[in-house]
């Protein structure tokens, strides 16, 4: 069983900068590929980016590539989104995820409000 604890949310400015935080406790993230997922209400869950632990490939989604960089700390066993050039349509829960072929985990998500 893995438990995820997202931290790092919070309002901020149009073209400001927030750190998301996603920690695994009860396991390492060796050998999951590790995610940002955004959901507003009345919307589906939205993917936003991912990290294979092993090699270090990233994925984004187009609306935030060349904003949003997501990297890891293996002796923290954290995954980190780094989040520029906020825009109000980022406001949203974001929620981390860990998963392989056979496992699927997800944090209990963090706020993030982006006024301009």
């Known amino acids: 069983q893995v438990q995820l604890v997202e931290s790092g949310g919070g309002l901020v400015q149009a073209g400001g900068s927030l750190r998301l935080s996603c920690a695994a406790s009860g396991r390492t993230f060796s050998g999951y590929t590790v995610g940002w997922f955004r959901q507003v209400p009345e919307n589906e869950r939205e993917f936003v980016a991912a990290i294979r632990w092993g090699s270090g490939t990233t994925f984004y989604a187009e609306s935030v590539k060349g904003r949003f960089t997501i990297s890891r700390d293996n002796a923290k066993n954290t995954v980190y989104l780094q989040m520029n050039s906020l825009k109000p349509e980022d406001t949203a829960m974001y929620y981390c995820?860990?998963?392989?072929?056979?496992?699927?985990?997800w944090g209990q998500g963090t706020q993030v409000t982006v006024f301009s």
């Open positions: 995820n860990a998963r392989t072929v056979s496992n699927n985990y």
